[in-house]
Every structure is written in C-alpha cells, then in structure tokens.
C-alpha cells in the first residue's frame, strides 16, 4: 500500500485519509472554535505538518473517557455538557519550527460526546471526530503516519 497521509481542511471541516494519490476515507471534523494558530494557550488547532506519535485507547469500548490520556471509568457522556476526549486518540506531534509546540499543547484527533458539533469549529484546539470514525480511521493508520492542517 501507498504511503499514507491524513489531510484536514479546517475550512469545510473535513479530514481526508489518502494512500498515495486514492482517497480511502473521508469524514467530517471539529476544528477549533477559536480559529487556527500554534501559540501556546491560544486553544487554536495548529496548521502546517504533522506525525500521528502516539495512538492510545486500542480495543476499549467506544464509550471510553479519557482525562490525562488514560481511560476513566465514571463518567456518563451523556451526563454532562463538558467536552470529553473519548473511544480513541491519536496524538501529533508538530514537524515544523511554527507547530512544533503541538505535543506539549497535547493536540490530538480524538472522539467526543459533542457529535452533533462535528462539522462545525467547537473544539479547544483538537481535531473531534465522531466515535465511530475515528475508531474507524484508528484501525487504518500506524505511529508515524503524516498529517496535515491546511491553512
């Protein structure tokens, strides 16, 4: 298989996984509601290239919360109107001078319990996707994977 690379267009909130030139999958997205930017608590999404460093939350159920990157067990996402990071995450990691602040402002592709925002900017700078996508896209790529942000 072409080498994989995620490409995400925080314009019409989409995220677009491409092996080589063939698109193998494509979903809707929540950027942030803060706009674009690299700047350190800014709760802005960064632009520009990224690495997928790290994948957590394999094989738990889609309805896992995380708080520090590790699963809790007591909380009702439907309980609750804070945004969650759930079912899986897969954390970036910044490739250029500008981002390269994005693993320490733990910016991830995460799921949430806020679906009905997906499509529309509502995140604190992370990339939210449905549960049942981001698992699905999860399965697809490995540690390493490239990422972009487009501008």
């Known amino acids: 298989m072409d080498m994989l690379k995620i490409i995400i267009h925080p314009e019409v909130q989409s995220l677009r996984l491409y092996a080589g030139v063939q698109l193998l999958l494509e ?3 929540s950027t942030s509601a803060h706009g674009l930017g690299c700047e350190l608590g800014s709760f802005k999404t960064p632009t520009g ?7 957590i939350g394999d094989g738990n159920p889609a309805e896992t919360v995380y708080r520090g990157r590790k699963p809790v067990g007591d909380i009702d996402p439907s309980k609750t109107d804070a945004d969650l990071i759930m079912s899986r995450i897969l954390w970036l990691d910044g490739r250029e001078p500008h981002n390269a602040n994005t693993r320490s ?3 991830y592709i995460h799921g949430t319990n806020q679906a009905e925002l997906v499509g529309s900017p509502a995140s604190h700078g992370c990339i939210r996707m449905r549960n049942a996508d981001v698992i699905e896209l999860f399965e697809i790529v490995d540690v390493g994977t490239e990422v972009e942000i487009v501008s």
Do not use: S
């Open 105 to 107: 402002r733990f910016i």
């Open 49 to 55: 290239l990224f690495r997928i460093c790290e994948k």
């Open 27 to 29: 979903k809707q997205v």
